[in-house]
Structures are given as C-alpha cells and as structure tokens.
C-alpha cells in the first residue's frame, strides 16, 4: 500500500495511542509510501481532542498534511451525499491518488467508499 489517507477517526484514534493507527502508519513508511491528513480531517480531529497530538501526527516521516483546495470543489460537492465535508475531503484524497482511507466509521462512506475503506 503506497498510499494511506486518514480520515477525522484515525487521527482521534491515533491521539488516542491506538496501534490500529500507529502500525498501518508504520508499515506505509517502511515502504516508502505516503500517509495523508487532509487538512479538514486534522482540523475536525484537533477541535475534539486538543491540537498536540494531531501536530505530533504530522511530525512523523511518512505523514503530510493534504490541503482542500478549491479547484477540487466540484468532486466535494458531489460527494455530499455522505453529509460531511471531512468524509468528503478523505474520499476524494484516497480517490485521487489510488490509496485506501483508514477510519473508525466504515459505514459512514457508504457505498462510494466500500472499496477504498480499511476499519479500524
């Protein structure tokens, strides 16, 4: 897996100390992938668990933060059916660059994400 996005659930997670995170996180270093937070996910994260841990997330080697961007508002608008714009935001960063969404909230992605979710 070369690329792995986390979405608003696997970054409270990983605040939280689970090795469910911790370890996918890992793996995707040692294989020289990429890990990404898209920014709305960080900042969802850090409102309900405090800005430390979530900073320290970024810190790792393999983690970069995915900036919205607004030429890409289109692809979110579509994805409003799932009814946040942090679920929106993972999808369409896993969607983009071929990787897979690790989250506590499979079912929250529906169908448009069943082949792109890893649960927690």
């Not at 996005?5 to 997670?13: E, F, G, K, R």
């Not at 890992?26 to 990404?36: I, P, Q, Y």
């Amino acid at each position: 897996m070369s690329l792995l996005v986390l979405d608003t659930s696997a970054v409270i997670a990983y605040a939280r100390g689970s090795v469910d995170v911790g370890e996918p996180i890992a793996e995707v270093h040692s294989e020289g992938g990429t890990v990404l937070v898209p920014d709305v996910c960080l900042i969802e994260a850090a409102s309900r668990v405090g800005d430390d841990m979530p900073r320290l997330l970024l810190e790792h080697p393999a983690c970069e933060l995915e900036p919205l961007s607004l030429k890409h508002w289109p692809a979110l608008a579509a994805a409003r059916t799932l009814g946040r714009l942090d679920l929106a935001a993972a999808l369409h960063v896993a969607a983009l660059g071929q990787g897979y969404i690790l989250t506590g909230e499979p079912a929250a992605y529906g169908v448009l994400g069943e082949d792109l979710v890893i649960p927690i």
